[in-house]
Each structure stands twice: as structure tokens, then as C-alpha cells.
């Protein structure tokens, strides 16, 4: 465990406190009173209700439309179900650039809805809303889905014996089992929408503002590092009550007893309601999850390749490569993320499966989400400031973005590996100790050839994550090495249909790589469960 908290406290705790003390910290005195002043502002009100007003809003919105899929992924069983749950998990690892990208596609201008019954939907919240629930559907679908396959049906079917009707079975019966995981998965999808970044950038334009833009705004335009700091705090403050929440419901969920293997509760549809459900689930997941990203793909080909073509060329402005150079650079940088956050995350996994784990060590697992909600501007910003000196210097190191990259790949890793390693036999260990083996030996032995396949997913969502993070990368990625999403991001920014057509062409090739990256995962993990 040593290493997983030595490798925090270095990249994350350390730079996140050198931004708060920069900010608060004047000529050696603290300003604590500057957190009062910023947030009695009347434009921080507004973006604090903004942030939490949308990601209760995205939350519910989310869960209305998810639900009745994770029934159908749970209950019924039809052809090219594996395919379409990797289609449905594809938007969750794609960079939110990419989302916020391919609703711009859809609703912006030229979009396919543009103008559409006279409404400009990139102008209103509406964007934001659905964008939101295009990423975070695969949550709800998989966290609860993944809990309803493995609940015994007999038990509802036995209350409909007794004379209750299907919704007072499903409400006495069923929901009370379901009711954990349905609050993990609101309590996931409010928090990345109350982080939201990349879609709120893109689609909120100057009108609408989440906290972790305004800590951008504060902290690279504006350059008011002390307002930055304290939405930092409160930000933090927000994100351990949620995760502290998200703890206990875990805990809940893990108590509910699994009676039943999920690949027998399946079954083929049976009655004209259940053969309408799943072609309701099936147009929906046409509409919003295929359609965005289908009018990505068309955007890009607007006049044929040429978009594509034109990602060869460097204009030595913005761009000091070629655009097409940061798919190398992406790639790159995630291999070596992908290989940090395993080695830190199977570290920490090992630890926390432990029975002997104390509980400050079991505490640690909470902390290990953080990175997921804490400001990634945040964090990159802090790398800048934290690790600008010996013994680390980093600022001019290519190591710098696979280090925060890896930061938000470490949860993935350890929330994967984690049950797996809880599920060995201590008792294998013990009779391989008792034969002589090394802890090494035991280790390649007794738990590699179990967890194996577990920990080549672990790498895969790790792959995902790492290549298409942005909030910290922006920060610390150099012009001559610019990663895919920060390039979107810039080509976004700059005006004229041929930046905005590679944007689209950059963002397909991205999201082809992710979708591959997930199809390579969905073949790889195993069936026991549906959860992340």
C-alpha cells in the first residue's frame, strides 16, 4: 500500500494543495476569509446553482430513460445483445470533448436538428442535458442492470401468486433489492455531471458555467488564482460528501443477497409489452447514443476526405505539428498511462482485498475515486505549480500528462480488480505459503492465473480513460505535442469550416479508437456481472 499513497500524496494531494495555498495564502498569511467574499459573489451563486440544479436535472433525467434498459439487459435475451451493450458502454469512455463534439454535430449549426421547429438547441441547457445523459447512460444501464440480472425472479413471481399485481411485486419485491444500486448509479452520474467539463465547455458557450469551468476560467483567463482556490474547495468539500454517500451505498449493495447466476434469469421476450419495451430501449439507444455519433462521422465527411486530409498539415500557429501528429502522441501517452494506473491500481487492489486490511487501509479506497471528482483543471494547473522544482521537475518531462492521466485511471483499475481479488480463496495462498512459495511466487501462482483476465480489463478501461482525459492535459500538454482531445478543443476554438470540419474529423478517429479499445474489453471481461 505504500506505493498506491506515496503515489497520491506526490501527484494528486500535493498539487491540489499547492494551488488552495497559492490562492489563499498571501505574503505568508492565510486569507481564509476570501472564501466568504467569493462565494457571497453573486455570479459564483449563480454558477454554484447552475452546477447543482444541472446535475440533478441530468441525474434524472438519466435514470428515467436508462432504467427500463437495465431491465431489458437484465431480464430479456435477444440477438446481438453482447453487441449492443459494448454500443451502449461506448459513449461512457468516450472524452467528453468528443460528446460535447458530437451534440454540436447534431444541434449546432448544420446539425441535423439546426433550426429545428425554429429552436436552437445549443443556445438552451437542453444540449447539456442530453449530452449528459448520452454519457452517463451505460452507468445506470450496467450498475444497476448488473444487480437486476442477479436477482433470484422467483421471488416476484411467487408474490404474483399470492394475488399481487405486477407493479405491487415489482415495488415490494423487487425495487427494495434494487434500491441500493439505483442510488450508487444517481450518485455516479450526479457526480461526473456536477464535474462536468468538456460538454458544458463546448455546449454551454458564455452562458452556462459549472463549477470546474469557472475554475478554468478563474484560473487561464482570468488568471485569479484565489477565486480558483476557493471553488476548488468547495468543489472538494461537495465531492467527499457524494463519494462518502456513494461509500455506504456500495456497502449496501454488497450486502443484497445473490441468489442466482445472471446468465439463467435471461429470457427471450415473452408478451407484446415486453416485445414493446425492448423496441422502445432499442429506438431509444438509436436516437440518442448511435445518432450523435453517426452525424459526428457525417460532419467529417462533408467533401469527402478532405477534412482528414487536411489534418497532415501544420499551419505553425495554433498547431506548431501537424493535428494528425496528437493520434500518435494520444496513443503514447495513454500506453504509459495505462501501465502506471495498473501497476499503482493492482498495488492498491492487492491491499484492499487483504482480510487483514485495517480500516484506515480500507479507507483508502474511498479516497481513491477523488480524482474522478475533484477539478482535473485543478490538478493540471497544480502539476504546473507542485512539480516546477527539484527533486521534481517535471514541467518540461514528457512523463507529466501520462502521470495525470493515469490519476483518473487508477479508480478504473482498482474498482475492476477489486472484487475479483476479494473472491480468491485465502486458503490457496495459505497452502502455497505452507509449500514454501515466495509472496511473489504466490502471487503468479495462486491469483495472476484468476485474475487475469480481470486485470487485462482493468487495463483496457485504464487505455479508455487515459486517452481521451482533458480537463488536466489541457494545462500541461506542450503545443508541439498537443493529445487528441486537447486538439479538438483547439480547433473548436478557432473560427472557419475548415477547423471546425478537422475537429469533427479528429473527434471520429478518437472515438473509433475508444470504441475498438471498448469491443477489445466487452470480448475480455466476464459475464458474472454487468457492473463497472
Not at 448520452?134 to 411467487?158: C, I, K, M, S
Not at 479506497?365 to 505549480?385: E, H, N
Not at 477489486?418 to 486458503?427: G, H, I, K, S, T
Request: one cysteine or more.
Amino acid at each position: 500500500m505504500a506505493v498506491p499513497v506515496a503515489f497520491f500524496a506526490v501527484f494528486f494531494a500535493w498539487p491540489v494543495v499547492a494551488i488552495v495555498t497559492r490562492g489563499l495564502k498571501v505574503d505568508g498569511v492565510w486569507r481564509f476569509g476570501r472564501i466568504a467574499d467569493v462565494v457571497g459573489g453573486s455570479d459564483i451563486r449563480h454558477v454554484l446553482w447552475f452546477t447543482t440544479w444541472q446535475a440533478l436535472a441530468s441525474t434524472a433525467l438519466t435514470l428515467l430513460v436508462a432504467l427500463p434498459a437495465a431491465y431489458v439487459f437484465a431480464r430479456l435475451d435477444f440477438p446481438g445483445k453482447q453487441v449492443l451493450r459494448a454500443v451502449v458502454t461506448v459513449p461512457f469512455v468516450l472524452p467528453t470533448v468528443v460528446v460535447g463534439t458530437a451534440f454540436l454535430a447534431l444541434v449546432g449549426r448544420g446539425g441535423l436538428l439546426d433550426g429545428l421547429w425554429g429552436v436552437r438547441l445549443d443556445t438552451t441547457v437542453w444540449a447539456i442535458l442530453l449530452a449528459h445523459v448520452f454519457f452517463n447512460y451505460a452507468v445506470v444501464v450496467r450498475t444497476v442492470g448488473g444487480l437486476w440480472a442477479q436477482l433470484d425472479p422467483r421471488q416476484e413471481e411467487a408474490a404474483r401468486m399470492l394475488g399481487v399485481s405486477p407493479v405491487g411485486a415489482w415495488r415490494k419485491v423487487t425495487l427494495p433489492a434494487l434500491a441500493p444500486a439505483v442510488a450508487a448509479a444517481a450518485l455516479m452520474v450526479f457526480l461526473f455531471t456536477f464535474t462536468s467539463f468538456g460538454v458544458v465547455q463546448i455546449l454551454g458557450g458564455p452562458t452556462f458555467s459549472t463549477l470546474e469551468v469557472e475554475i478554468y476560467r478563474q484560473t487561464s483567463e482570468i488568471f485569479d488564482l484565489s477565486t480558483a482556490a476557493v471553488l476548488t474547495i468547495v468543489q472538494f468539500v461537495a465531492v467527499g460528501a457524494i463519494l462518502a454517500v456513494y461509500a455506504w451505498t456500495v456497502r449496501r449493495r454488497e450486502s443484497v443477497l445473490r441468489l442466482v447466476d445472471p446468465s439463467v434469469t435471461a429470457r427471450r421476450p415473452r408478451g407484446a409489452g415486453q416485445w414493446a419495451l425492448l423496441g422502445a430501449v432499442l429506438a431509444t439507444i438509436t436516437v440518442l447514443l448511435v445518432l450523435p455519433l453517426a452525424v459526428l462521422v457525417r460532419r467529417s465527411l462533408d467533401g469527402g476526405f478532405g477534412y482528414y486530409r487536411a489534418l497532415g498539415d501544420a499551419d505553425g500557429g495554433t498547431f506548431l505539428v501537424a493535428p494528425v501528429q496528437s493520434v500518435v502522441n494520444s496513443l503514447e501517452y495513454a500506453v504509459a498511462a495505462t501501465a502506471i494506473a495498473v501497476v499503482i491500481g493492482g498495488l492498491a487492489a492487492a491491499a484492499l482485498a487483504r482480510r487483514d486490511a485495517g480500516r484506515l487501509v480500507r479507507g483508502f479506497d474511498a479516497l481513491l475515486m477523488l480524482p474522478l471528482g475533484v477539478s482535473a483543471v485543478t490538478v493540471g494547473f497544480g502539476f504546473l505549480i507542485a512539480l516546477d522544482k527539484p527533486p521534481l521537475d517535471l514541467r518540461q518531462s514528457w512523463i507529466l500528462v501520462p502521470l495525470a492521466q493515469a490519476l483518473v485511471g487508477v479508480p478504473f483499475v482498482v474498482r475492476t480488480m477489486l472484487p475479483v481479488l476479494r473472491a480468491v480463496d485465502e486458503r490457496l495462498r495459505e497452502a502455497a505459503a505452507v509449500l514454501g512459495a515466495s509472496p511473489w511466487r504466490v502471487w503468479r501462482e495462486v491469483d495472476l492465473p484468476m485474475v487475469r483476465r480481470a486485470l487485462l480489463v482493468a487495463a483496457g478501461f485504464a487505455f479508455a480513460v487515459s486517452l481521451g482525459e482533458f480537463g488536466a492535459t489541457v494545462f500541461i500538454a506542450r503545443p508541439d505535442n498537443p493529445t487528441l482531445p486537447v486538439a479538438v478543443a483547439r480547433l473548436l476554438s478557432r473560427p472557419g469550416d475548415l477547423n471546425y470540419g478537422q475537429a469533427m474529423a479528429l473527434s471520429t478517429i478518437l472515438m473509433v479508437v475508444c470504441a475498438v479499445a471498448l469491443l477489445v474489453l466487452e470480448r475480455l471481461r466476464t459475464d458474472r456481472t454487468g457492473e463497472f
